[in-house]
C-alpha cells in the first residue's frame, strides 16, 4: 500500500503564491498517479491537478491551468504543487492521492488519501 502526506499549506494573499507537497512512502515501486483534489466549505471535492508517475503525463481542471504547476520528483518520491496568482476561490483543503492503478483527475482511480492541508487566500 502507498501512503501519502500533505505539507506546506497555509495564509497568502490574493495574487501571491503557495506551495504544497506531497510526500509518499510505503510501495511507491506501485505508483502509477499522484493527484491534487480541494475541498472548499460547503463544496463537493474537485480535481487540481494529476501527474503520471512515469513519463510525462500532467492534467489540470481549467480553473487553475497556467497558474498551478505540478511536479513530480521520482527520487524523492515527492510531488509538488506550485500554486501562484492565487484567487480567494482557491481557500481550500487541498488532499494528495496516490494511485497503483492508473492516473488522471477522476478521484476513483485513487486507492489512498492524504489527510489534506489548509490553504486560505485572503483579499
Known amino acids: 500500500q502507498v501512503h501519502v502526506m500533505e505539507s506546506g499549506g497555509g495564509l497568502a494573499q490574493a495574487g501571491g503564491s503557495l506551495t504544497l507537497s506531497c510526500a509518499a512512502s510505503g510501495r511507491t515501486s506501485a505508483l502509477h498517479g499522484i493527484g491534487w483534489f480541494r475541498q472548499a466549505p460547503g463544496q463537493e471535492r474537485e480535481p487540481v491537478a494529476a501527474?503520471?508517475?512515469?513519463?510525462?503525463?500532467?492534467s489540470y481542471v481549467d480553473d487553475v491551468r497556467g497558474r498551478f504547476r505540478i511536479i513530480r520528483d521520482n527520487a524523492k518520491s515527492m510531488v509538488s504543487l506550485e500554486m501562484s496568482s492565487l484567487k480567494t476561490e482557491d481557500t481550500a483543503v487541498y488532499y494528495c492521492a496516490a494511485s497503483t492503478s492508473g492516473y488522471g483527475l477522476m478521484a476513483y482511480v485513487y486507492d489512498s488519501w492524504g489527510q489534506g492541508t489548509q490553504v486560505t487566500v485572503s483579499s
Open positions: 501527474v503520471a508517475w512515469t513519463g510525462s503525463r500532467v
